[in-house]
């Protein structure tokens, strides 16, 4: 039997999945009926249709890149809630290496739906500036780097 964290874990890592396949219906599918998106670029869409709306011309006109990413942290809010945190780079179409200035810290809530399965009710994807702070943004990018390394082995 699965646990709450390796379920909500499991629930991120398909999220990325389907942006990593440039799939607007799964990764909609993924949210509660009154879940949210907010962008890395501050947009926010509202439901599964919406996000769903949102996404579809945006992988439909760009060449997204690639996720990858490294959980932080999940945590139980009660027996049907719970939260998680990572760190996320992205891999340009085409190209090997994380893109720096792409590099974000993500957060995800969760809730259990009456089927028992959690859907996401919230997603933020905030951009990992750190301002003035090029130590850092150098250190996140070496981890996220090391994140891509072990993705990238064959299982």
């Known amino acids: 039997m699965t646990s709450t964290i390796d379920e909500v874990r499991n629930l991120y890592t398909a999220l990325l999945d389907a942006w990593n396949r440039r799939d607007a219906v799964g990764m909609a599918a993924l949210y509660s009926v009154s879940g949210t998106q907010v962008g890395f670029d501050g947009s926010v869409a509202n ?15 760009h060449p997204t890149p690639r996720f990858v990413a490294k959980v932080r942290e999940v945590r139980e809010l009660g027996p049907n809630a719970a939260m998680l945190r990572a760190i996320a780079g992205m ?65």
């Open 47 to 61: 439901g599964a249709e919406e996000i769903e709306a949102h996404l579809t011309p945006i992988f439909a006109d």
């Open 91 to 155: 891999i340009l179409p085409g190209k090997g290496d994380i893109n720096g200035g792409t590099n974000a810290i993500q957060a995800l809530v969760a809730s259990r739906d009456d089927a028992g399965r959690w859907r996401v009710e919230m997603f933020q994807n905030t951009p990992a500036a750190f301002h003035g702070r090029a130590d850092e943004r150098a250190k996140l990018t070496a981890e996220l780097r090391a994140v891509a390394v072990l993705q990238s082995r064959p299982h």
